[in-house]
């Protein structure tokens, strides 16, 4: 419950950070301790914990190619010679039947032996990390699940791997284990503001198609988390690799709402509609599928005939739950998807830090010039201005919005008029660049007077590129 709304209109907002930290530092000593003897790599800096998994050396193909048959010999000689090749083995595996079987002791050892031993890869030379990938990898995989939940993608797609374990391996948990080191100081955020009855379960589920290079699966993302218009609280998240292969986007949306809903929507409502004093609560499902929506919804889909063989499991658990109130869809614009992050790789760090932002990541600082901190700043400005009436003196307005927004920066420091120009100077990702505000009096891209940014926070006239800086910081 938040707390009551104070005199003066203000609401405090209760905010919740998870700090790991000194787990993460701990992290990067094992690996240091287990790996670096073996892989003696400096750990450098990395803005994203994956690497380019679109080249070809990421494309490894599991096929066995020893049993497949020779193109330059006929099918019936191929045919005699495989049978013959077996024949050879059985005779082989009967003289060595022949000889003194081991003791039970000897049994135990030699299968203990075979199972600790990594099969060899079939495609990619062995790498040399793969007895102390496990010791990191799950070390790696608590700070995920409790406080870190940008890692849970990568700690997934490699823990996958640790018994068909290659070079590339070793570069994957390398570039992780950088970028562990490069965002200690990134935390997750957690903020409520509203009332029992303004909080919303919300669940956002994405689906990449195709995404393994391996195998051709997909890999499914879920976000639960608690919304309002001041709230926004993480609850879980996953990143799980599908079981069958998804022919297209659709089948493998199907695939992650069905995971998503089943196995943390549903179970997360007795919980909340106890805490949050409701008879039942509807499941907002975050989707950017309409073609996914609609199959759910109507329970069929004419142009996908195949699902009936595929999914038809899913697709009828989903629509008699829709049908009985228990989620409903909205439909959520593919940049604001918090589930994409969970599903595929990224190595633009503008993208990352865009996504880690969406699931309440935020690097120490960023939350004060983003976010809830920045709403609430424009909202007293503006409350300021409103109470003024329009009639308050200019310098005084200009003042306050210097003081409101630091990142504001004064030609004239001394007297203020209408046409004074203020440069916005944004931070972050778009620092080199200026945000041009449009006005009578502009001097050139990114120049505005003070009267419009005024005008701009006060509603009266918002230009485009304002309304997007507004929203963006």
């Not at 614009?333 to 993208?351: L, M, N, R, W």
């Not at 920066?409 to 046409?419: G, H, I, K, P, V």
Request: charged content about 25%; aromatic content about 6%; hydrophobic content about 35%.
């Amino acid at each position: 419950q938040a707390p009551p709304k104070q005199n003066s209109g203000k609401r405090t907002i209760a905010f919740m950070k998870y700090d790991m930290q000194n787990f993460l530092e701990a992290c990067v000593d094992r690996y240091k301790e287990l790996c670096m003897s073996k892989y003696p790599k400096p750990i450098g800096r990395a803005d994203t914990p994956f690497m380019d998994e679109s080249r070809p050396e990421h494309d490894e193909n599991p096929i066995d190619l020893s049993n497949c048959i020779d193109p330059t010999v006929g099918i019936e000689e191929a045919l005699t010679r495989g049978q013959a090749e077996r024949e050879r083995a059985e005779g082989e595996k009967d003289a060595t039947s022949i000889k003194a079987a081991p003791g039970p002791k000897a049994k135990s050892k030699a299968k203990a032996k075979a199972k600790a031993k990594p099969a060899p890869p079939l495609d990619g030379a062995p790498g040399v990390l793969g007895d102390a990938a496990s010791a990191v990898l799950m070390k790696i995989l608590y700070a995920a699940r409790m406080g870190r939940f940008d890692l849970l993608r990568p700690v997934a797609r490699l823990a996958s791997r640790v018994t068909k374990w290659t070079e590339l391996c070793d570069q994957k948990l390398h570039r992780l284990v950088c970028y562990i080191q490069s965002t200690l100081d990134t935390f997750l955020y957690a903020w409520v503001g509203d009332n029992k009855e303004d909080i919303e379960v919300v669940l956002y589920c994405d689906a990449d198609l195709s995404g393994d290079r391996t195998d051709g699966k997909s890999t499914s993302g879920v976000f639960l988390c608690l919304m309002g218009p001041n709230t926004f609280v993480p609850l879980t998240a996953m990143s799980r690799k599908q079981t069958s292969v998804a022919t297209s986007t659709p089948e493998a949306e199907i695939v992650a709402v069905h995971h998503g809903v089943c196995k943390e929507g549903l179970p997360a409502l007795d919980l909340w509609e106890t805490i949050l004093e409701r008879p039942k609560i509807t499941i907002r499902v975050m989707e950017d599928n309409s073609a996914c929506d609609r199959v759910i919804v109507t329970g069929n889909n004419p142009n996908m005939r195949h699902l009936s063989r595929t999914q038809r499991i899913d697709i009828s658990w989903l629509n008699e739950r829709f049908a009985r109130g228990n989620f409903g869809f909205v439909t959520c614009p593919s940049a604001y998807q918090a589930g994409d992050i969970f599903t595929k790789h990224c190595v633009e760090a503008q993208y990352w830090n865009r996504n880690m932002m969406l699931i309440g990541h935020f690097a120490k600082g960023q939350i004060l010039t983003a976010g809830a901190v920045g709403a609430k700043e424009i909202s007293d400005l503006t409350a300021r201005l409103d109470a003024a009436d329009g009639n308050a003196d200019l310098k005084t307005l200009a003042m306050a919005v210097k003081s409101e927004f630091t990142r504001f920066s004064y030609d004239n420091n001394n007297a203020y008029s209408e046409d004074d120009v203020v440069v916005v100077e944004p931070e972050g990702p778009e620092q080199n660049s200026k945000v041009c505000v449009a006005g009578p009096k502009d001097s050139g891209p990114g120049i505005c007077t003070i009267r419009n940014i005024v005008n701009a926070i006060k509603g009266q006239r918002v230009p485009v590129s304002m309304k997007g800086y507004i929203s963006d910081q």
